[in-house]
């Protein structure tokens, strides 16, 4: 790493390319120590599904009245952390905030992961998942057409949109740094970056279409990111089930993913800042940032939960009452407050307090929020589900150990992909880092000369 | 077919961008200047003459056909293979609204990603005008040799805006 000596005035070491490219080009023993490790946890997983796929779908804790437990709420807290990488970084990129460029691709990255890893699950869910491809919506041999009023399909259509978005919002900002690698390397990595970099030169209509593309990108993505977890949150809310039936799910859902998105992004963002030595990038006024939107979304989420609580608990209609009371002191009770306790007391705990907004302390909260926007998932199926309309019809959920697998090996393969990408790829935009720390010609310090070469100083 | 040309390399913008007004000066019409870079210099004046909202117009022109599409789709499937669901419409057009929101917006992404393709000349084999040491941070200003084209008063102007170095190679036209 580069010391301070090395750093311009601007804040980035002269070092730069370098530095963001040594993860490419040198690998230690711990890469594959980590490698190793993530990649073991992602086999538990696998071991799990193949003993549930030769054994049956029995081998889960689910059972009448409750058949949707660990697995879809994998896939809606997946798709949640989802809104970390694209959303964000989309609003950043259309508000112009400076101090999005170290950021944007590691969000980017969550994204575009979390996508694939949310998706499984439906699939992961499925009796037979070898006959997955029955759940796309084109007609059949069997005269069987899609229904479009389903929001199971509505799901395939959104998710696919999203993910095709993003890996598309992912990867154009790469290209320029791709070219960059490829010039950087000789024998296979050139060959390799040179076709991913696709002839990239960086002439200036190639940066103009660039950045136009980027620009339309940001704002058809945010719509879409917004219709996707309000089209989720329709899986439960088009249902005439006891506090799933609610107008507030769709921007209570959103505000979660969001909630849940920003505080996978500042774990991910500490991890590598640690581990790929990025301090002179990531610093802790991005955690900063970060960590007051956390505290902005915490009281957004604080304030849906209040919310729906409140509207439950003043109808007192009997049905929902039964869902309302397992969870404030029934057998959910622990689980819940155990929510409230990570989603806000906690993260208010920690970001209310400037001083307290350190990497440390923006970490802490994160992992907390994470745990509870888990449970949060968790407790918005189950207890619904246990609690339907008539007692007779009541039941409980334990989750067994293959569920338990899979939930763990979900943790594993984001950390195992997100470290594949961060070895690969520069996680860090290094064109954009440069754009940074271009000096603002338009302030007072400017040379007479550069000043006469400003385009906005002709007529 | 391979066409020479003359190129400096800069340091800085600022002198990339005293080469092009001096070539300019000297008579080559600006759209003969390449100009590349590692980074976009968005203030200055080399870095303006490419700007263009066709791409905003092809995503706007994509989403309106994505539209059409989705239109088409979800009507023609619902009365293709009508599904009565207690008395209600056969076409929903409330439900339909999200297929085809999702549609029109994948569709203008998906336009905006070709047009961009193809507008930059993208994925290129081409030996195009280009020097390793952009990837340095210099700033290649380029100019093709044509016929008659006096190839001392290029490396005059080239040389006038502070060039590390003047270089001739032959590249793609």
């Not at chain 1, 301070?4 to 711990?30: I, N």
């Not at chain 1, 067994?400 to 979900?410: D, F, G, H, Q, Y």
């Not at chain 2, 600006?30 to 791409?55: C, G, K, M, N, Y």
């Not at chain 2, 999702?102 to 000349?121: F, K, N």
């Amino acid at each position: 790493m580069s010391g301070p000596s090395s750093q311009p005035a601007t804040g980035v070491p002269a070092t730069m390319t370098e530095d963001l490219l040594r993860p490419l080009l040198k690998t230690s023993w711990s890469f594959y120590l980590l490698v190793a490790v993530l990649g073991s946890i992602v086999l538990l997983g696998v071991g799990a599904f193949a003993y549930q796929v030769n054994t049956g779908i029995g081998v889960w804790g689910l059972n009448w009245p409750v058949f949707w437990a660990f697995d879809i709420t994998n896939f809606v807290f997946w798709i949640g952390i989802s809104h970390a990488g694209t959303l964000i970084s989309a609003i950043l990129r259309l508000v112009n905030a400076g101090w999005r460029r170290p950021v944007t691709r590691c969000a980017e990255v969550i994204t575009a992961f979390a996508l694939m890893i949310g998706a499984m699950f439906p699939i992961v869910h499925l009796g037979r998942p070898w006959l997955f491809f029955w759940l796309m919506p084109y007609p059949t041999e069997r005269q069987i057409w899609p229904n479009f009023r389903s929001p199971l399909v509505w799901d395939f259509f959104a998710i696919s949109t999203y993910l095709t978005g993003s890996l598309l919002f992912l990867y154009l900002p790469t290209i320029p740094d791709f070219a960059l690698v490829r010039d950087k390397t000789t024998g296979w990595r050139h060959k390799v970056y040179g076709v991913l970099a696709l002839g990239w030169r960086g002439t200036t209509k190639q940066w103009h279409r660039l950045e136009s593309a980027m620009q339309i990108m940001a704002i058809a993505i945010i719509p879409v990111a917004v219709s996707v977890h309000t089209i989720v949150s329709f899986d439960f809310s088009m249902a005439i089930v006891p506090m799933w039936h609610s107008t507030i799910f769709g921007p209570y859902f959103v505000a979660g993913a969001i909630f849940s998105g920003i505080a996978a992004l500042i774990i991910a963002m500490a991890a590598l800042r640690k581990f790929l030595h990025l301090e002179a990038y990531l610093h802790p006024v991005h955690f900063e940032n970060l960590g007051k939107l956390l505290l902005m979304m915490s009281l957004l989420w604080g304030y849906f939960v209040f919310a729906e609580r409140l509207t439950t608990w003043y109808g007192n209609e009997s049905a929902e009452m039964s869902v309302f009371w397992a969870t404030q002191r029934g057998a959910f009770a622990p689980l819940y407050w155990t929510m409230v306790v990570c989603n806000f007391v906690l993260p208010l705990s920690i970001l209310s307090f400037r001083k307290f907004r350190t990497v440390l302390g923006c970490v802490i909260a994160s992992c907390g929020v994470v745990v509870g926007m888990w449970l949060e998932r968790f407790l918005i199926i189950v207890p619904t589900l246990s609690h339907k309309y008539l007692s007779y019809s009541w039941g409980s959920y334990r989750p067994r150990t293959p569920e338990i697998l899979l939930l763990i090996s979900t943790f594993g393969a984001m950390g195992l992909l997100y470290t594949l990408f961060s070895k690969f790829v520069p996680i860090i935009s290094i064109w954009e880092l440069k754009v940074g720390e271009q000096p603002e010609l338009t302030q007072p310090h400017e040379t007479p000369d550069v000043a006469a070469t400003l385009w906005r100083t002709h007529p | 077919m391979a066409t020479p040309a003359i190129y400096g390399l800069y340091d800085e913008p600022a002198a990339a961008q005293r080469a092009c007004t001096a070539l300019k000066r000297a008579g080559v019409e600006e759209r003969e200047i390449t100009v590349i870079s590692s980074e976009p210099f968005e203030a200055f004046e080399f870095s303006q003459r490419d700007h263009s909202l066709l791409l905003f117009r092809l995503a706007g022109i994509g989403g309106l056909v994505g539209f059409v599409l989705a239109v088409l789709l979800v009507t023609g499937t619902a009365r293709a293979w009508p599904i009565d669901v207690g008395g209600m419409p056969i076409v929903a057009w409330w439900p339909y609204l999200v297929i085809i929101f999702e549609l029109t917006m994948l569709s203008a992404i998906l336009t905006t990603v070709v047009s961009l393709l193809i507008t930059a000349r993208l994925p290129s084999r081409r030996k195009d005008m280009y020097d390793l040491v952009v990837s340095d941070g210099k700033i290649l200003v380029g100019v093709p040799m044509t016929a008659g084209r006096p190839a001392d008063a290029i490396r005059q102007a080239l040389g006038a805006g502070g060039a590390v170095t003047i270089k001739t190679a032959d590249f793609q036209n």
